[in-house]
């Protein structure tokens, strides 16, 4: 039982116990009653970190009264010795910094104990610290640290600083207060519910200072502000700000164009590019959808035959038995004969003893052949900038491939069985090449260098020939040799 005979809840336990003993109760229900809402104004004042008014805050703030767009909040920070303060009204506030978002805006912690009203008075009822947002790049204070929280929406360029709520309803049902303010700092509007947690109510154009009003609750894909992914019924289709459908169906796979005013879908086996303006949809071509990169799809047509499809049509011809990105956009690692991926029994021998040999922790049992054929590099337009001479194909970085002749490829196959080496639904295509001739070659083709295996394995270890991360993030599939 709470002791604190000024505490309401005290009363009310009081009041109970008598009324179990068959006695009259020492506390009105008026006076808990009042007690309890001092309480809730006490709890929800919001003025005890800075000598400003909330009110007064945000109507200084508010879009409304500033609708140009040079306009900026800022209060000033000092930084000294690692230590940040914030100027507001001839009085100074320390914080702490939380390097929570990007693009030199930070989430700011300002402590309770580090202000005028002591710690304990407040540590009881509310957070141990209220949040703002910092502009580091012009040392100023973007949004005032009046909030329980605050997230950043970057997609949609948007803050949203959370608080109590007002009323006993709202706290029991876990309803906040909700503020929206774009990257300007200005105060954009109020509302009550749940912090969105990747969907804001409303999104700030940067570019021609205009708000858009969302109700899109949740995406599988964010595209723009009017334009989302949404997950329905076992597919996805579709939908604009509003919710509102803008193409026709529910799809396996939606592929939507740079420009945002077109999409590409499969239907059983024909291509399908839907057009939002009006709603309409013309066949492309028949065969399957594989993946988008670089504005650029991959798919195969009915006779297995691997192409590459631009926004609207297509861009590379299939005729090819597989195709595979590389990390220039306009240049494709092409294979010609029997792309067929064949079950071995030996692989553990093979190739399994080779992987874990320094890591028996790392387990991979199942493994495929890649059966006869050549790798090339093509462009685009299907011109052979190296010609389909070899057993694989890859880059190296940024300017020369690495090439085998002779050799044997090989894929693990992590699908058949969960490997604590690599999940499988994120390493789905790793490959092992054993034996033959390896060669460097340039963009054109042409050879530089012959190496055997052991220079080659000492070429990787030296990092001579690492690209940049950017690359890595991009190019195409990389083997282990052997």
């Given at each position: 039982?709470?002791?604190?005979?000024?505490?309401?809840?005290?009363?009310?336990?009081?009041?109970?116990?008598?009324?179990y003993?068959?006695?009259?109760?020492?506390?009105?229900?008026?006076?808990?009653?009042?007690?309890?809402?001092?309480?809730?104004?006490?709890?929800?004042?919001?003025?005890?970190?800075?000598?400003l008014?909330?009110?007064?805050y945000?109507?200084?703030?508010?879009?409304?009264?500033?609708?140009?767009?040079?306009?900026?909040?800022?209060?000033?920070?000092?930084?000294?010795?690692d230590?940040?303060?914030?100027?507001?009204?001839?009085?100074?506030?320390?914080?702490?910094?939380?390097?929570?978002?990007?693009?030199?805006?930070?989430?700011?912690?300002?402590?309770?104990?580090r202000?005028?009203?002591?710690?304990?008075?407040?540590?009881?009822?509310?957070?141990?610290?209220?949040?703002?947002?910092?502009?580091?790049?012009?040392?100023?204070?973007?949004?005032?640290?009046?909030?329980?929280?605050?997230?950043?929406?970057?997609?949609?360029?948007?803050?949203?600083?959370?608080?109590?709520?007002?009323?006993?309803?709202?706290?029991?049902?876990?309803?906040?207060?909700?503020?929206?303010?774009?990257?300007?700092?200005?105060?954009?509007?109020?509302?009550?519910?749940?912090?969105?947690?990747?969907?804001?109510?409303?999104?700030?154009?940067?570019?021609?200072?205009?708000?858009?009003e969302?109700?899109?609750?949740?995406?599988?894909?964010?595209?723009?502000?009017?334009?989302?992914?949404?997950?329905?019924?076992?597919?996805?289709t579709?939908?604009?700000?509003?919710?509102?459908?803008?193409?026709?169906?529910?799809?396996?796979?939606?592929?939507?164009?740079?420009?945002?005013?077109?999409?590409?879908?499969?239907?059983?086996?024909?291509?399908?590019?839907?057009?939002?303006?009006?709603?309409?949809?013309?066949?492309?071509?028949?065969?399957?959808?594989?993946?988008?990169?670089?504005?650029?799809?991959?798919?195969?047509?009915?006779?297995?035959?691997?192409?590459?499809?631009?926004?609207?049509?297509?861009?590379?011809?299939?005729?090819?038995?597989?195709?595979?990105?590389?990390?220039?956009?306009?240049?494709?690692?092409?294979?010609?004969?029997?792309?067929?991926?064949?079950y071995?029994?030996?692989?553990?021998?093979?190739?399994?003893?080779?992987?874990?040999?320094?890591?028996?922790?790392?387990?991979?049992?199942?493994?495929?052949?890649?059966?006869?054929?050549?790798?090339?590099?093509?462009?685009?337009?299907?011109?052979?900038?190296?010609?389909?001479?070899?057993?694989?194909?890859?880059?190296?970085?940024?300017?020369?491939?690495?090439?085998?002749?002779?050799?044997?490829?090989?894929?693990?196959?992590?699908?058949?069985?969960?490997?604590?080496?690599?999940?499988?639904?994120?390493?789905?295509?790793?490959?092992?090449?054993?034996?033959?001739?390896?060669?460097?070659l340039?963009?054109?083709?042409?050879?530089?260098?012959?190496?055997?295996?052991?220079?080659?394995q000492?070429?990787?270890?030296?990092?001579?020939?690492?690209?940049?991360?950017?690359f890595?993030?991009?190019?195409?599939?990389?083997?282990?040799?052997?």
């Amino acid at each position: 039982m709470n002791n604190d005979k000024t505490n309401p809840e005290f009363k009310k336990e009081h009041n109970f116990i008598r009324s179990y003993l068959g006695k009259d109760p020492l506390y009105s229900d008026e006076e808990i009653q009042e007690e309890e809402k001092a309480k809730r104004e006490k709890w929800f004042d919001y003025k005890f970190i800075l000598d400003l008014d909330f009110n007064e805050y945000l109507k200084s703030v508010s879009v409304e009264n500033h609708r140009t767009d040079d306009f900026s909040a800022m209060y000033p920070v000092t930084v000294k010795d690692d230590l940040h303060t914030l100027h507001c009204k001839n009085k100074e506030y320390p914080f702490s910094v939380l390097w929570e978002y990007a693009d030199l805006m930070y989430l700011v912690n300002f402590d309770i104990n580090r202000v005028s009203r002591p710690y304990d008075e407040f540590f009881a009822n509310t957070y141990h610290h209220l949040a703002g947002v910092m502009d580091s790049k012009n040392k100023s204070m973007l949004i005032l640290p009046f909030f329980n929280e605050v997230r950043y929406y970057p997609d949609f360029n948007i803050f949203c600083g959370s608080m109590f709520p007002d009323n006993e309803e709202d706290m029991n049902n876990y309803v906040r207060r909700l503020f929206y303010f774009d990257t300007k700092g200005r105060f954009i509007k109020e509302e009550k519910g749940h912090l969105p947690n990747h969907i804001p109510t409303i999104g700030f154009n940067e570019k021609n200072s205009s708000f858009t009003e969302i109700s899109v609750p949740c995406a599988e894909k964010i595209h723009s502000h009017t334009l989302y992914t949404i997950e329905k019924e076992g597919g996805f289709t579709l939908t604009n700000h509003r919710n509102e459908p803008l193409i026709d169906g529910i799809y396996q796979k939606i592929f939507v164009s740079d420009s945002l005013d077109s999409a590409i879908t499969p239907h059983d086996n024909d291509i399908f590019l839907h057009f939002f303006t009006d709603k309409t949809k013309i066949k492309v071509t028949e065969g399957q959808l594989v993946d988008q990169k670089n504005s650029f799809i991959r798919f195969f047509d009915v006779h297995k035959k691997w192409g590459i499809l631009n926004n609207q049509s297509i861009e590379t011809v299939p005729g090819y038995d597989y195709l595979d990105w590389t990390y220039d956009k306009t240049r494709l690692r092409a294979f010609k004969g029997d792309f067929t991926w064949t079950y071995i029994e030996n692989f553990t021998e093979l190739i399994g003893t080779k992987i874990t040999a320094d890591n028996p922790d790392l387990y991979t049992s199942h493994g495929k052949k890649l059966e006869s054929g050549k790798w090339g590099i093509i462009n685009l337009q299907s011109e052979i900038l190296i010609p389909f001479e070899y057993e694989w194909i890859e880059e190296l970085n940024e300017n020369l491939y690495l090439a085998n002749k002779n050799g044997e490829v090989y894929r693990f196959d992590l699908y058949n069985e969960y490997s604590e080496w690599k999940k499988p639904e994120v390493h789905y295509d790793e490959h092992i090449i054993t034996g033959g001739e390896w060669y460097i070659l340039d963009l054109q083709g042409k050879i530089q260098k012959k190496l055997p295996i052991e220079e080659l394995q000492e070429l990787y270890r030296s990092n001579s020939i690492e690209g940049s991360e950017t690359f890595y993030k991009n190019c195409g599939v990389q083997s282990y040799i052997f």
